[in-house]
């Protein structure tokens, strides 16, 4: 089989279509002959799988004892996902009893894990660990397929790096735990994804429906993306064989997971109303209040903003990251000798050096992260899949393009929210893995090409895999505090270690709530800690729980709310200083929710901070209020 520039693989290896075949037995493509794997390669494989997983288990263990119990916030989202896992886990209903802005399968999934393992904050950064680890070994094995060990493992390592950061974004203790098992999903995916490109079993196909319908499941925009790589595979396969019974057939193989997906629809609408659903619990859905109002200000600061600067700021850095790639062509694969060969060198690489310190504003680790991590991956994997998608259908008998093809089309499907901002911390770190790996593949497939024997082959992958490796842990290892510099704070559902004044401010909230309780009388907390409730074993006096920007909608939602607060009104509240900057609405009861704010202030009565009240105004504090 003959390949294009594009695909060039070492001379010391069986073509690329051939060393990939599905295990013994399995069915060839029509248009291609089944030839054995090299023993050779069966042993490198072996052995770079082997130091894979080394790497990542020690990676994932250092993380761990240096990090544990540093993960997530006290007061904003990483709270609402223990308790909405701890609530239904004694047996209340999802959406009906409380709200809830994501799909329904992350709290059902970890309400489980509570009932078998018990109501503990260590067992979810156990779930989140394993999320992370598997989500690298899927990138790794995806990797593998393309016969490209090296880049599976850089995208892995990468990822784990990013996963264990001492910050909201984070796998253990995450601010959506539908997000961590939606990475996972995702890199799940595209395994199967890239692994029936080489294969016309069906069995691929039905994985993929099942993986996509978990991933819908889990959250909108992961099951949008698969099913749209899908939906594009499906009709690939039957235009490049010219068949209706082969789209016949692979679509009965996804309509399984279509009809779960239905089925949990159907009873989601049953609870309370399309209406009722869409209106006064999934937040995140398009039409939704939350979105209409603060989406546009939530989505630029997860990263999705498409304007003209921004546009303009990417072109300058695709401009950089050109010049860099050019530099290294030119200093190491050149072949022009003599004085004009180096001439042209040291003109490249300077001309590279003023274009990068030609932003004052630029430090170490961002001039590192535009050579080896750029932030624009998303929308170079996205522009570089027509040209791929091009080859693929032009030759439709190789795997190889069409793989390529694909895994170009999924990462930006999957990472369109982070699409000019993949950096390798906060947001992106759930939704760039694919992005990272198709990167690596297509840099590492022009290193085939340049390089003129294997061993300079694998030598140069390994540089820049190691590069790409020490940029991210150079960036993500030092964010958030030091475990030896943050509070401990010790509870009945576990250890968490939020910075020392919140510690001790949070201890003595949840011993004011466990008080109260004991004596019969309810605390509510506002705007938002739904920690509180979770860590002192209380039940939120409202099915709404948390108070954030364009949750509560004006009109019939906030009456419900408001009566269900006159049917059962709370004695206490604790008034936290939480603001709400990232939505361009900082303050509760001055910039949003003004009548809900209005109301409790008219019924409740400050009494003063709750001491100890230690720091300083910018550390967590609550204020006590009691019932007129």
């Known amino acids: 089989m003959q390949f294009s520039a594009m695909s060039s693989w070492p001379t010391d290896t069986a073509p690329f279509s051939e060393e990939l075949r599905e295990v013994r037995g399995a069915a060839a493509l029509p248009t291609e002959k089944r030839l054995p794997r090299p023993a050779s390669t069966g042993r490198r494989n072996l052995l770079w799988t082997v130091f894979a997983l080394i790497s990542f288990g020690a990676i994932t263990v250092v993380s761990l004892w240096l990090n544990w119990a540093c993960w997530g916030s006290l007061s904003v989202d990483s709270g609402r996902e223990l308790y909405v896992a701890g609530m239904l886990a004694q047996g209340k209903t999802l959406y009906r009893d409380m709200w809830y802005l994501y799909h329904p399968a992350a709290p059902y999934f970890n309400s489980l894990l509570f009932r078998l393992f018990g109501t503990r904050v260590e067992v979810m950064y156990v779930a989140g660990t394993v999320a992370a680890f598997g989500s690298a070994v899927f990138l790794y094995l995806t990797g593998l397929r393309f016969q490209l060990p090296v880049a599976g493992w850089t995208a892995g390592c990468a990822l784990l790096l990013e996963a264990f950061e001492r910050h909201l974004f984070s796998f253990p203790l995450p ?25 016309s079993r069906r069995i691929w196909i039905a994985g993929l429906g099942a993986t996509a319908a978990v991933a819908m499941l889990l959250k909108l925009e992961f099951g949008l993306a698969c099913y749209a790589a899908l939906a594009a595979l499906v009709s690939f396969r039957a235009g490049s064989q010219r068949s209706w019974k082969t789209l016949i057939k692979d679509a009965v193989a996804v309509l399984p997971g279509v009809a779960v997906c239905a089925l949990v629809g159907a009873w989601m609408v049953s609870l309370g109303g399309w209406k009722f659903l869409l209106d006064d619990n999934l937040a995140a859905w398009p039409t939704s209040y939350f979105m209409r109002t603060y989406g546009k200000f939530w989505l630029a600061s997860t990263g999705m903003e498409i304007t003209l600067h921004a546009l303009r700021d990417a072109f300058l850095r695709a401009i950089i990251f050109g010049c860099w790639l050019l530099s290294l062509y030119v200093l190491f694969w050149w072949r022009r000798k003599g004085i004009h060969g180096w001439a042209a060198r040291l003109g490249m690489i300077g001309t590279l050096a003023l274009l990068t310190a030609g932003d004052a504003r630029l430090t170490f680790d961002q001039i590192m992260r535009q050579f080896w991590f750029p932030q624009d991956m998303v929308l170079y994997a996205a522009l570089a899949f027509p040209v791929a998608l091009y080859f693929a259908w032009r030759d439709s008998a190789s795997d190889a393009k069409r793989a390529l093809a694909f895994l170009l089309l999924f990462a930006p499907l999957v990472a369109f929210r982070i699409l000019l901002h993949s950096i390798p911390s906060s947001y992106p770190i759930y939704y760039n893995g694919p992005a990272v790996l198709a990167l690596l593949v297509m840099a590492f497939l022009g290193i085939q ?30 964010i958030g505090v030091p475990k030896a510099y943050r509070g401990t704070l010790q509870t009945q559902h576990g250890l968490v270690r939020p910075e020392r004044a ?14 109260k309780k004991a004596a019969g009388e309810t605390v509510m907390s506002v705007p938002e800690d739904t920690s509180l409730y979770f860590f002192s074993d209380e039940e939120a006096p409202t099915r709404v729980f948390a108070f954030t920007p364009g949750i509560v909608a004006p009109g019939p939602m906030l009456d419900r709310l408001l009566s269900q607060l006159d049917a059962n009104p709370p004695k206490y509240l604790l008034w936290s200083n939480r603001i709400f900057p990232e939505y361009n609405a900082p303050v509760f009861g001055k910039d949003f929710d003004v009548n809900l704010a209005n109301y409790l202030k008219q019924h409740y009565h400050r009494l003063g901070f709750l001491p100890p009240h230690s720091g300083s105004y910018g550390d967590w504090q609550a204020s006590v209020w009691e019932r007129n």
Request: one cysteine or more; proline letters at 3%; aromatic letters at 16%.
């Open 175 to 199: 601010y959506s735990f539908a997000s961590v098992y939606g990475c996972l999903m995702a890199c799940l995916f595209l395994w199967l994804l890239v692994s029936a490109c080489f294969s």
């Open 449 to 478: 090409r340049l390089s003129k024997t294997p061993a300079r082959n694998i030598r140069a992958q390994c540089i820049a895999g190691a590069a790409c490796v020490l940029t991210v842990g150079f960036y993500a290892w030092p």
């Open 502 to 515: 919140q510690a001790e401010n949070y201890a003595a909230a949840i011993q004011f709530i466990r008080d």
